[in-house]
């Protein structure tokens, strides 16, 4: 497998694992990645039981790879042909769950200064001092757990694992929970913090907002491998699998058949399902008659309650909606074009348009929102 990174320097960690996991069932589950991991942030997405979870076990530790390496630097953490295996407390890597595992009868400061107590009593107290005031809660230091908010919790976690100056920071979906604007604020004071010490920190979600908000690389995986690496925006925004498209949160994915092939413009016609709606997709390696699958945002189509001209945009389909709900901030609406479409509006554009169930209306779909996924 290619490797996430080349920039590789004194503090990058690089693996290449192998793991097989044998349930009740006599099912078994295979993690084999190779990957790099240089200093920052680099977010490992994937759906649910994709092994991003297994993948942290073993770097840190709790779980033994079959086979494989482990190195931070120069360190080797685990080489299963030198038989070298570090135990957890030897690799000097901080792992926060997403239960966070505070220890709830001790304070904030305890809970942080739990992992110092074979250094001096005076550099122990100036590190707690320090890591208290990067994370914002010195003022919460004679708190207890149960005594502080959910993103407090947070900080003292992050506080706590920061405090031994591990090589490598893990987190599994510590920020669970919180809101958009308290986890930007987290991840910020984790950057500051990290920006003078230059080390990996691996950071596993299922959400591709957190991924936008946090990553400066992603790696994916997906069934216990590595599928694609690179920039959030280029991995994501333009997926080549199904289930990295669902995961990523592209909302349509339609059945077509190809009808016609367009290589002078760059593009491919298509038929969805078994209906006789038509769009334009960018051209793949695909011959006519060949039966494909398209992924498209709910939030890349525009909706026209009447049928717009002079666009650009190359697929404008006639249809019907069949119901609108709300979604957040937003509005679903399920449109009827001789296939279901899912299409994300304003709730002021839903009023403005006086969008109801049954309405005729126009999607417009742009031909590059249109991906081609296997």
């Not at 120069?74 to 030198?82: H, K, P, T």
């Not at 149960?146 to 405090?163: F, N, P, W």
């Not at 400066?216 to 997926?239: C, F, K, Q, T, Y």
Request: proline content about 4%; aromatic content about 4%.
């Amino acid at each position: 497998m290619d490797a996430v990174d080349r920039e590789v320097n004194s503090s990058a960690l690089v693996a290449s694992i192998r793991k097989e996991r044998r349930g009740a069932s006599s099912s078994s589950f295979v993690l084999d990645v190779s990957l790099e991991a240089a200093s920052g942030i680099t977010i490992l997405f994937g759906a649910s039981g994709a092994g991003k979870s297994t993948l942290l076990d073993c770097l840190g530790g709790l779980v033994h790879p079959d086979a494989g390496k482990i190195v931070v630097g120069e360190n080797v953490l685990f080489d299963s042909a030198a038989n070298i295996q570090l135990l957890p407390q030897k690799r000097c890597i901080a792992y926060v769950f997403q239960s966070l595992a505070l220890f709830p009868h001790l304070t904030v400061e305890e809970n942080i200064e739990y992992g110092l107590a074979a250094i001096p009593e005076q550099d122990r107290r100036a590190r707690v001092a320090e890591i208290l005031e990067a994370f914002r809660v010195d003022k919460l230091r004679n708190q207890k757990p149960g005594e502080i908010s959910g993103g407090e919790r947070q900080r003292t976690a992050l506080a706590r694992s920061l405090v031994t100056a591990p090589r490598v920071l893990l987190l599994d979906e510590p920020l669970t929970g919180l809101d958009a604007e308290l986890k930007a604020a987290i991840v910020e004071d984790l950057r500051a913090w990290n920006a003078a010490r230059r080390i990996p920190i691996l950071y596993v979600t299922h959400s591709r907002e957190e991924v936008d908000a946090l990553g400066e690389r992603v790696i994916v995986i997906d069934n216990g491998r590595v599928v694609s690496h690179g920039v959030p925006m280029d991995v994501l925004d333009a997926p080549r699998r199904k289930r990295l498209a669902q995961t990523a949160g592209f909302e349509n994915l339609l059945i077509a058949t190809v009808l016609d092939l367009r290589e002078p413009d760059g593009v491919m016609r298509i038929r969805l399902g078994e209906s006789t709606c038509e769009i334009e997709v960018p051209l793949a390696h695909a011959r006519v008659g060949d039966r494909v699958e398209v992924a498209i945002r709910a939030g890349d189509i525009l909706l026209a309650t009447e049928r717009p001209r002079g666009l650009s945009a190359r697929n404008i389909l006639e249809g019907r909606i069949v119901s609108l709900e709300r979604r957040g901030a937003m509005m679903k609406a399920q449109v009827d074009c001789g296939v279901m479409f899912i299409v994300h509006i304003t709730p002021g554009a839903v009023r403005a348009l006086e969008l109801s169930a049954a309405k005729q209306v126009w999607l417009v779909l742009k031909t590059h929102s249109c991906h081609l996924v296997e």
